[in-house]
């Protein structure tokens, strides 16, 4: 059994590593609890993580991260959003959430620059959203579930009449994986597991809610107003945490069974820390982050799980120069990089690096920025771009857009994109599950608390608890993962003191 913790709720002493969603929901739940010694150390300069709400064009926001809210019944990130008036009221905007990869004003080209008819577009997205269903409803067919989901989809695709009765549907189908791999954060559907789709869960209600004009930042700032001045420390990299520390070191106070050490020097005592850093920090860091190191099962858990990169690219015109109805301009490649023997072929030798442009999907309208457009890549082509220069990266996409429409589609005077696997406390940007890996034991090994106490008896138990978008076995990837596994963690810390009264 664990020993019971030896001082009240309101002098325990937690520190919360990461100001995300995941940590500011931890703090908010301890402190409205009555914990008085909660201190959230951020590494970076600014609270938010993946949740990143920036200006660079005006007044109005632009999310280089997390950008809607997906679903709503159950989703204490849309009630908070809601309860404080943070969702969006203008007609717009919300007209520009829609649950399917394509909106019937996007614009497929080809890549000699016809326009697709929006039938054909159709019926393949149509059928692809129902293929994928399968999956994210358990329906599999048992010869799919030990594949990829890319090889599934492709067979599922080939048993279809549609792949043959339309000339460019299998063009249209390799967009549609391209798409979906943004989705899913990886570098190709073939690396992902088919039967793990089942896990994920999509809230009822709208999958896409778009927040006010304050973006995301409105809703880190309603829980940033509950933390006590100083509680949020932010420039504060923890570089190492002990745990299971067995005696006092010096002073007479209560002993600590955990220290957290930050790269300056600095040192904070703690009776229990919340660790939320991503699950890509963890896979570069976790071994030289903890001592004693992490058990095995934890740390299979950070290597097996994936962590993929998807990035978007931010290009503002001084003037609109598609049709006003155009939602978006996608483009189908002749060779698509999510083809299969394309991708095969590709990844001898490192091909894929001289043509990751064709690994963008398209370029969306951007709410509030009627001369804005977004471009979404996702995988190790959005690393690879990563280490380009924004003018590089202006003139492929403007390229691209000129070959593709054949508009005269002017320069750019802004390109901005965003750099989610070179920031080096979130190396990447969602969880997936990779084909071979059981979602629901590794999430749960990642999320289970240190030290284990049915082996570890007589120590301070919920020394080391991990929250964090990849910690949750249904809502991976989201920011509603992120803030139910904050909440979670804080819930068994405050259950503990209160058990014991
Ligand atoms: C491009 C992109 C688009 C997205 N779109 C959506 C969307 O539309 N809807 C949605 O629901 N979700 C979306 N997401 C996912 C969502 O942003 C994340 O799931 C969520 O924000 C993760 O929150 P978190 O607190 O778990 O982790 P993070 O936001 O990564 O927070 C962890 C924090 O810990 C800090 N940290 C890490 N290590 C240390 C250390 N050693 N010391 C101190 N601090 C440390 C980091 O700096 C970071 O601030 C998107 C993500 C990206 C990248």
């Given amino acids: 059994m664990s020993s019971p913790p030896a001082v009240s709720s309101s002098s325990a002493k937690v520190v919360v590593i990461g100001a995300g969603l995941a940590g500011l929901a931890s703090a908010a739940t301890l402190i409205q609890a009555g914990f008085e010694h909660v201190q959230v150390l951020e590494a970076t300069s600014r609270p938010g993580g993946r949740i990143s709400t920036t200006r660079p064009f005006g007044p109005d926001v632009i999310e280089l991260g997390a950008n809607w809210i997906h679903g709503q019944e159950g989703n204490p990130v849309f009630s908070l959003a809601e309860r404080h008036g943070l969702l969006s009221q203008d007609s717009t905007t919300r007209g520009m959430c829609h649950p399917d990869s394509f909106t019937p004003r996007d614009y497929f080209f080809r890549e000699d620059g016809t326009l697709l008819s929006h039938a054909g577009v159709e019926r393949v997205c149509g059928l692809f959203s129902k293929i994928t269903s399968r999956a994210f409803d358990n329906k599999l067919e048992e010869r799919f579930r030990s594949k990829s989901f890319g090889q599934y989809l492709d067979e599922a695709f080939a048993d279809s009449s549609l792949a043959s009765s339309f000339e460019d549907a299998a063009k249209v189908f390799e967009w549609c994986k391209r798409s979906e791999c943004t989705d899913v954060a990886c570098s190709s559907l073939y690396e992902a597991s088919a039967l793990e789709q089942k896990e994920y869960t999509c809230l009822e209600g709208n999958f896409y809610n778009c927040l006010g004009p304050g973006g995301y ?114 483009l189908i490649w002749e060779e698509g990089p999510e083809d299969k023997t394309i991708y095969c072929k590709q990844s001898e030798g490192g091909a894929w690096r001289e043509s990751w442009y064709k690994k963008i999907c398209g370029f969306d309208v951007v709410a509030r920025h009627p001369t804005v457009l977004c471009g979404w890549i996702s995988g190790r082509e959005a690393q690879h771009m990563e280490t380009l220069q924004e003018q590089e990266v202006g003139q492929v996409c403007v390229r691209l857009l000129r070959s593709f429409t054949g508009w005269p589609v002017p320069e750019p005077t802004q390109v901005l994109f965003s750099t989610w696997w070179s920031s080096p406390y979130v190396k990447g940007s969602y969880t997936f599950i990779p084909c071979g890996v059981k979602g629901v034991r590794e999430h749960q090994a990642l999320a289970a608390p240190l030290p284990n106490s049915t082996v570890c008896t007589g120590k301070k138990p919920l020394q080391v608890l991990f929250a964090g978008e990849a910690t949750h076995v249904n809502f991976y990837t989201t920011t509603h993962g992120a803030f139910v596994s904050g909440t979670r963690e804080a819930q068994r810390i405050i259950d503990l003191y209160t058990k014991q009264n």
């Fill in 217 to 330: 930042r409105a809703v880190l700032d309603v829980l940033l107003k509950t933390l006590p001045p100083g509680a949020l420390l932010c420039d504060r990299p923890v570089t190492c945490i002990r745990w299971g520390l067995e005696t006092q070191s010096k002073g007479a106070g209560p002993f600590c069974p955990v220290k957290v050490l930050c790269e300056d020097g600095e040192e904070f005592e703690a009776d229990h820390v919340v660790v939320t850093s991503s699950l890509g920090f963890l896979k570069e860091r976790a071994s030289a982050l903890f001592e004693p190191t992490l058990p095995e099962d934890k740390m299979r858990a950070i290597e097996s799980l994936g962590f993929g990169t998807v990035d978007k690219i931010f290009l503002r015109f001084d003037e609109r120069f598609w049709p006003e109805d155009c939602a978006g301009i996608q």
